[in-house]
């Protein structure tokens, strides 16, 4: 589902955006289903928390096709289209990983995805369990992709001059339905709740960007996920 202007115009607004649509519930259990079997396995590349649990599974794109058919779903891509354009590539070295986010001691901080602006990424958190403020879902500072235009760290929470404008006291909670797709421009400054509660928050995190019409060069740390490459550069 294409998103109509109004949509458009509150997520430049904004910076994030809750997708109209969202994943089938046979695909919610399939990927929910194939990625606690990864985790109790182990299948490297994994994260894992301070008591040594797995808790996130790396490299999603490369670990099958429930997982590529999930992240370039129509209810996904045609939302990305009416922002980026309809040249769209995934970024596997930004995100391109799926979360379980457990009860613990919290190690949250609120974050930027990327340093600079003049390439900026759209990232989408696809859903698979409910989120709530309980159990630590996601927490965004609406319309601070418009401020500050860089920092030298990701993790802006001991940034001096957020403090002083109390920019941080500004952070509002957006809970999230199974299947549901949220997306972000990536200099929003947010991040996850911490899981007060004794279940599970299941997500996978994906970052998109509109192909280069500048570079003619392939990059294999992005993958064409809608449209074609067009090189546009005036040196030919």
Known sequence: M???PEQVRLFRHNGFLKLPGRLADDTIDGLKAQIREEI???????????????????DLWNR??????????????????????????????RHNH???RLADEGTDYLHRDILQWSR????????????????????????????????????????????RAEILDQTVPVPMPPGGMLVIDSLLIHGAGRNR??????SMTMGYHSADELSNVE??????????????????
């Open 219 to 236: 990059n294999p740390r992005r993958v064409l996920v809608r449209g074609e490459h067009r090189y546009l550069g005036n040196d030919v």
């Open 2 to 4: 294409n998103l109509t």
């Open 98 to 100: 799926a979360t379980l």
């Open 64 to 93: 099958g096709a429930i997982f590529r058919q999930a992240v370039t779903a129509p209810e996904a891509l045609d939302a990305l289209e009416s922002l980026l354009g309809p040249d769209i590539e995934l970024i596997l070295n």
């Open 197 to 202: 509660t004794e279940g599970s928050r299941m």
């Open 40 to 58: 109790r396995e182990e299948v490297a590349p994994v994260v894992r928390d301070r008591q040594g649990h797995v808790v996130r599974l790396s």
């Open 120 to 163: 900026g990424i759209v990232t989408v958190l696809f859903f698979l369990e409910e989120t709530t403020v309980e159990n630590g879902c996601t927490q965004v500072i609406p319309g601070t992709h418009l401020l500050f235009p860089g920092f030298r760290s990701v993790n802006i929470t001991e940034d001096e001059a957020l403090r």
